[in-house]
Structures are given as structure tokens and as C-alpha cells.
């Protein structure tokens, strides 16, 4: 049964650094894209960070908002992505969601999420 468990979301104050985690299972890692996505009280889901497959090469692009301040990442051995956010603004409280894609097959999974809180 695929499976993504995000972790490591949390309260923060403005300034300060979270690192979130999405691990895999039930799914070949390699093959799928990965994204973390947010979604604030009363706004639509947005994409904040994208890693294609390792196979595919891993590249990355982020959202405009982020600013140099959120890096995604993939460690293949734990099967796990992550998102190492710094320098939080309250307006990046939201949940957030990790997705995995495999697009040939128009397949695509998500996480249950994790709330990020950024107060001061």
C-alpha cells in the first residue's frame, strides 16, 4: 500500500528553521517526483518546492515566495525527501504536503500533511 508520512512540522517563531520529512513506502523512490506543497486557512494548495525522480535526474525549482530560503532534497537510502526550511515568515504557516508523481502513469499519492506555525 503506498504510503507518505510527513514529520517535522511544528511552531517557530519568525526567523527560525524547521526541517520537514516525507518518507516513502509501497512506491519505487527512484521513479517519482517529488513536491512539497502548503495550503494556508482559506487558500488554495500551492507548490512550494519540486524534485524530479533520481532517475529522471533531480533537479529542483521552487516557488517564487521562497526566495533562496527552502532547499528539497532526496536521500534515496531512507527513501525519504525533505524540505530544510530558514528564515520563516508567519505567512508561511500553513499544512504542508508532500506529493509523489509518476506522470507516464498519471499516478500521484499524497501525504496527510503537517502544520508549520510561524509566530512571534
Known amino acids: 500500500q503506498p504510503q507518505l508520512v510527513e514529520s517535522g512540522g511544528g511552531l517557530v517563531q519568525p526567523g527560525g528553521s524547521l526541517r520537514l520529512s516525507c518518507a516513502m513506502s509501497g512506491l519505487t523512490f527512484h521513479q517519482y517526483d517529488m513536491s512539497w506543497y502548503r495550503q494556508a486557512p482559506g487558500k488554495e494548495r500551492e507548490l512550494v518546492a519540486f524534485i524530479e525522480s533520481a532517475f529522471a535526474g533531480d533537479r529542483t525549482t521552487y516557488a517564487a515566495f521562497v526566495e533562496g530560503r527552502f532547499t528539497i532534497s532526496r536521500d534515496t537510502a531512507k527513501r525519504t525527501i525533505y524540505l530544510q526550511m530558514r528564515d520563516l515568515r508567519p505567512e508561511d504557516t500553513a499544512v504542508y504536503y508532500c506529493?509523489?508523481?509518476?506522470?507516464?502513469?498519471?499516478?500521484?499519492?499524497w501525504g496527510q500533511g503537517t502544520q508549520v506555525t510561524v509566530f512571534s
Open positions: 506529493n509523489a508523481a509518476l506522470v507516464p502513469a498519471a499516478l500521484s499519492f
